[in-house]
């Protein structure tokens, strides 16, 4: 779960929680106020309309329905009185209505009151013996009204409840928001320093929390981009001052290959050797330096229309690509793609010579249509790339298990290297899969340009 989430969550929580505990204490606060005061107002008036009876009834030759007719009780509640018989205000509430319990418990000379349902309605009942009569007087209270605002009242603190919820989860997603800024911020930062822009710093913040955050941040990247500078004029270096020695070890060879015919069988096979890793010394000198300047943003890009069906046919137009099968797409015959014409032959050039030298030669190419453009697929017949090694091959100085076999004269370990980056100049991608058949497949897809 994002920490936005969860803190949005917990504010919600604990809004929740102490809406909750206020609605519950407000209600049952309230809703024991109202019932001992309507319990109180009820056992008032029913000892004074009790006493009224008493004495009314007390008169010789009085009237019972006509003394309860005669109270001031009003449509709020309903007068019963039992003198050796039941008599009612109303024939909705009788003696009936009353539970026997309680008719029982008065008419044996105890006052009572019960809080009961009469036809669906909550009714207050209270009870009050007269034994100077003797009798018995009920009052049934209608708490409708109590009830509707109790109602009301459960209505109104869940909606409170609810809104201080809403306005918790709220306040908890401003604060995560605001506190998970500079989070986001280094994110973004972190993004845009792994794209390569060394330039990237965070704005200075006033907050003191964060200032130490901010100035450790920009110091790792101030320091990252001065090792990166100084490893890439390092190998830049490098490979400049290995250029005079080689360019004189190469003219060396060249003049002993001239003069070949006058070596021993011994001598012929060792001035082999030489030329072979003299080669190899200048692919890795040139590779280096082509290194240096994409890392140190110095490679000058000179994009151009390129037909890349016609650039691989000029490839294996070569000796070393003679026999080899080549396969182009009607649909990609004349695409075009925008970019700098030596770098996409380079590219080209080291995915044949990695199939050449450590795939046991390149079987096939194929120039077809791609889901991002074009794509030129170079098969090979060696024993393919495992499944883990598939992205490592393409890092600097790294070789697949199928290139160590064959020893260490087979490459620098930068010709893949290159190719990536190249194909990432061009915003293509380049990847390596298994060939159907055995042998491995290496993919460079490039865009094209719009007909």
Do not use: C
Request: aromatic share 6%; net charge neutral.
């Amino acid at each position: 779960m994002r920490l936005t989430l969860r803190m949005t969550l917990t504010f919600a929580i604990g809004a929740l929680l102490v809406a909750v505990a206020v609605a519950l204490s407000a209600y049952f606060f309230t809703y024991h106020f109202l019932v001992h005061q309507s319990s109180r107002s009820a056992q008032r008036q029913t000892f004074l309309n009790a006493a009224i009876v008493r004495d009314r009834l007390a008169v010789p030759g009085s009237n019972v329905k006509a003394v309860i007719d005669a109270l001031a009780t009003g449509s709020a509640s309903q007068s019963i009185v039992y003198r050796a018989g039941w008599s009612s205000s109303s024939l909705l509430v009788t003696q009936d209505s009353i539970p026997k319990p309680m008719r029982s418990t008065v008419l044996h000379g105890a006052p009572a009151e019960l809080w009961t349902r009469i036809n669906g309605a909550p009714q207050l009942v209270v009870g009050v013996p007269l034994p100077a009569i003797p009798a018995a007087y009920f009052e049934v209270f209608d708490q409708s009204a109590l009830s509707q605002e109790l109602t009301t009242l459960r209505t109104v603190l869940i909606a409170a409840a609810s809104a201080t919820t809403v306005a918790g989860a709220g306040l908890g997603l401003w604060a995560s928001r605001r506190l998970t800024y500079p989070l986001r911020a280094i994110t973004a930062a972190s993004a845009r320093i792994g794209a390569g822009n060394l330039e990237t710093r965070l704005t200075a913040e006033s907050d003191p929390d964060l200032a130490g955050l901010v100035a450790s941040f920009n110091g790792m990247v101030d320091s990252l981009r001065q090792r990166i500078e100084r490893d890439t004029r390092f190998a830049a270096d490098v490979s400049h001052e290995l250029r005079s020695p080689l360019t004189t070890l190469s003219t060396a060879v060249s003049v002993l290959e001239t003069r070949r015919a006058e070596l021993s069988e011994r001598g012929r096979n060792a001035l082999d050797l030489l030329s072979g890793e003299v080669r190899r010394f200048e692919h890795l000198v040139d590779d280096l330096l082509e290194i240096s300047r994409l890392d140190a943003g110095a490679a000058r890009f000179e994009a151009e229309p390129v037909q890349l069906s016609a650039l691989v046919l000029n490839l294996l137009d070569r000796e070393e690509y003679a026999g080899v099968d080549l396969r182009i797409d009607s649909a990609s015959l004349y695409a075009v793609v925008s970019g700098d014409k030596r770098r996409l032959e380079q590219a080209l050039r080291n995915l044949l010579d990695n199939a050449r030298m450590h795939g046991g030669g390149v079987t096939a190419v194929a120039v077809e249509p791609s889901p991002a453009g074009i794509a030129v697929v170079v098969d090979d017949e060696g024993p393919g790339v495992a499944p883990q090694e598939r992205e490592r091959i393409f890092e600097r100085f790294a070789r697949g298990s199928g290139g160590r076999r064959r020893g260490s004269g087979g490459g620098s370990g930068l010709g893949l290297a290159l190719v990536r980056e190249h194909a990432e100049v061009h915003g293509g991608t380049v990847r390596a899969e298994a060939r159907p058949g055995g042998g491995a497949r290496f993919v460079l897809e490039l865009p094209v340009v719009p007909e």
